[in-house]
């Protein structure tokens, strides 16, 4: 497991800069599971001022519906704090959660939710539907929204034209090749 992390940069006074700088490291960890061809999803567990959980989109590469960036965070939290309830975190995520991710944030009882980029089509903390906050649940979510949302958006939108662009370059060389 990776070495915990202290913020040291910026004054924990002022938390927009926090989350400016812990969204920052989400980013780099979207960057991963780009570069393992995966959607550029990061996300990072904070308890402390410190990080005790981190993770990328993985359900490609490990065949696991459930290997969210999100999930991988608070699996690691866990462990760490060696309980399933992780009371006191805040998770940042390059991408507003779906519905499985929301509800394991609600089980595992983080305080706060970060999120950058809005997801109208699964967003599950406000966008298509909000089980965070939802009132018939036995824990509520404090959702911060819109946290680095253009460089967030904007390595997803260059991820998936990327993907496109090889699909139609894939479709073009098997039509030369006759299959």
Known sequence: MRPL???ECYSLSN??????YWMRHAL???????????????????????VIGEGWNRPIG????????????????????????LLDTTLYVT???CVM??????????????????DEKTGAAGSLMNVLGHPGMNHQVEVVSGILAPECSA??????????????QQKAESKLSGC
């Not at 390595?155 to 139609?168: A, N, V």
């Open 15 to 20: 938390p927009e800069l926090n989350h400016e």
């Open 28 to 50: 780099t960890l979207a960057q991963r599971a780009w570069d393992e061809g995966e959607v550029p999803v990061g996300a990072v567990l904070i308890h402390n001022n410190q």
């Open 95 to 97: 991408l507003e959660p």
């Open 62 to 85: 490990r065949h696991d519906p459930t290997a969210h960036a999100e999930i991988m965070a608070l699996r690691q939290g866990g462990m760490v704090l060696q309980n399933y309830r």
């Open 155 to 168: 390595m997803l939108s260059d991820f998936f034209r990327m993907r496109r662009q090889q699909k139609k």
């Open 5 to 7: 992390y202290r913020l």
């Open 101 to 118: 991710c929301s509800g394991a944030m609600v089980h595992s009882r983080i305080g706060t939710l970060v999120y950058g980029a809005a």
